[in-house]
C-alpha cells in the first residue's frame, strides 16, 4: 500500500474478509476456512487490489513464504460475460484450473 500511495493513489477502500462472508471457500480442490484483508484504490481507469492473507491457506499466503512480498495476480472483471460456473468451465478448458475459491457477498453486492 505504501508503494501505490507514493506513486499518488488514494484513498484505499479497506475491506475485511472474514469467512463468514464469503461462503464455499476452496483451495486447491478442498473445502477451507480464510480471510483476508483488501484494498482497493482506483487510478483513472484502473483499479488496484491488495490482498493480505490474514489467516487460513490461501494463494496469496503461499505466494508471501515463497517469494515475499510482490505481484501476485492481475484481475480482470468479466461481470456480465457469463455465470461464474460457465467461467470457471472455460477456463479450465484452455488449461487453467481453479485454484482458489469462494462466493463473497458485500454491502455492494457478490463476486
Known sequence: ???????????????????????????????????????FVTQGPLTWEIMEP???????AEFVAARGEGVHHVAFDCAGMMAVEERVAEFEQRGCACVMSGDWKGERGGV
Open 54 to 60: 490474514v489467516s487460513g491457506p490461501t494463494l496469496m
Open 1 to 39: 500500500m505504501a508503494g501505490l500511495l507514493a506513486l499518488g493513489t488514494a484513498p484505499f477502500r479497506v475491506s475485511n474478509s472474514p469467512p463468514a462472508s464469503v461462503a464455499h471457500q476452496t483451495i486447491h480442490g478442498f473445502l477451507a476456512r480464510f480471510a483476508l484483508r483488501v484494498c
